[in-house]
């Protein structure tokens, strides 16, 4: 299973940006997918998740500004971002969660930049 993120860019603050994430194979047998992020010279943090069920949740820092879904018949997870802010910046992860005994797929992760 691979899974593909793009959609990160160099953006000034208060822009938005809609990052996607195309799983190789059907994400119905994803029970929880969703996004990390890593700053620079930071852990990588989880930011935004979403379930089969299409239950989300976000880590406060991104709550009003951030996004998730996920189209089933296109295989894709998406995180829109809205009012970027610099403190945004960093490599976005995507990942994928079947959940039971199966073990979480990670995306290559995409950059982005928020300039003040």
């Known amino acids: 299973v691979q899974l593909q993120a793009s959609g990160g860019g160099l953006v000034q603050a208060g822009d938005s940006l809609r990052l996607s994430c195309v799983v190789s194979r059907s994400t119905f047998s994803f029970n929880i997918m969703g996004w990390y992020r890593q700053a620079p010279g930071k852990q990588r943090e989880p930011v935004a998740s979403?379930?089969?069920?299409?239950?989300?949740h976000y880590v406060d820092s991104v709550k009003g500004r951030f996004t998730v879904s996920r189209d089933n018949a296109k295989n894709t997870v998406y995180l829109q971002i809205d009012n970027l802010k610099p403190e945004d910046t960093g490599v976005y992860y995507c990942?994928?969660?079947?959940?039971?005994?199966?073990?979480?797929?990670w995306g290559q992760g995409t950059l982005v930049t928020v300039s003040s």
């Open positions: 990942y994928a969660d079947p959940g039971g005994s199966g073990y979480t797929r």
């Open positions: 979403i379930t089969t069920g299409g239950t989300t």
